[in-house]
């Protein structure tokens, strides 16, 4: 059993608005959860990749794509504030005018700095200091961050949005869903297809691309451009495409919204 499209709609609003009223305590709290699910994952994903030879070709980034998706998993089953997803949710629950600009503004800055803090301090002590990811993964550490800062600022724009329509559809097939096993599944699938793609998602790098930089494979300056141009279009993926569009054909277009002229 799963929820109807039209019914998703409804729990996403539910759901952002119950998330755009949480306190600051419980905010931070979950998005420093989020980003340590997601650095434990990637710090995973590197493992599993490491040492595989270049002629295995698109066969690594499918191995690696099988591991990454659990960080996701995890934190929508025990509990994280992912700034992807409220991108998503909480923009449906602005949308539907039960919370104002100001509640979303706070929810996404809150929710990045500290998806920030967990994903950066899995790189630092989980990656650097415990030495996980030297030897013969200090390559592959190094080769995916710069993979994602090579990028032009449109590209990793352009990246950051279909990354986020994917990561976006996962939470909301997870919502969908309502036994584990399906939550899993759910979530599994679109979070593979965006990583074999190679699509950017701003908190996989705040774990990837300071990991590069620990191992001195990139700078803090395109560390920092990377995230600010990703995260641009993870918004416009999340919010303005997937929510956007859903929410005009199953509110708008079902006339239980007006726009205002």
């Known amino acids: 059993m799963s929820l109807s499209p039209k019914e998703l709609v409804d729990e996403a ?9 949480y306190s ?12 340590v699910f997601i650095g434990l994952a990637g710090t ?19 191995m690696g794509a099988l591991i990454f998706p659990v960080g996701l998993i995890c934190l929508l089953l025990v509990g994280g504030e992912l700034v992807t997803g409220n991108m998503f949710v909480v923009t449906m ?20 700095l500290f998806n920030f803090i967990g994903a950066v301090a899995v790189a630092i002590f989980f990656g ?6 030297d030897g013969a993964f200090l390559n592959r550490t190094i080769a995916v961050a710069q993979g994602r800062t090579i990028d032009a600022p449109l590209q990793a724009f352009l990246s950051g949005i279909a990354c986020n329509i994917l990561v976006s559809t ?12 399906g939550k899993i599944v759910g979530t599994f699938l679109p979070i593979v297809v965006f990583v074999i793609a190679g699509y950017q998602h701003v908190v ?11 191992a001195g494979g990139v700078t803090w300056g395109e560390f920092m451009n990377n995230l600010v141009f990703v995260w641009l279009g993870n ?10 569009l859903y929410f005009l054909a199953f509110k708008v277009g079902m006339k239980e919204i007006k726009i205002e002229s």
């Open 13 to 21: 609003i539910k759901r952002g608005k119950m998330k755009a009223e």
């Open 24 to 35: 600051f305590l419980t905010t931070a709290t979950l998005g420093i959860m989020a980003g």
């Open 44 to 62: 995973a994903m590197i493992r599993t990749m490491g040492t595989m030879p270049a002629s295995w070709g698109t066969m690594t980034n499918l």
């Open 93 to 112: 629950a602005l949308y539907a005018k039960q919370i104002n600009l100001k509640q979303w503004l706070r929810n996404m800055l809150i929710v990045t």
């Open 128 to 133: 650097y200091f415990s030495k996980t990811l």
């Open 170 to 181: 996962g939470v909301y097939m997870n919502m969908a869903a309502k036994d584990f096993i």
């Open 204 to 214: 996989a790098n705040m774990f990837l691309v300071m990991a590069g930089v620990l």
């Open 235 to 244: 918004l416009v993926g999340g919010a303005g495409i997937l929510a956007g």
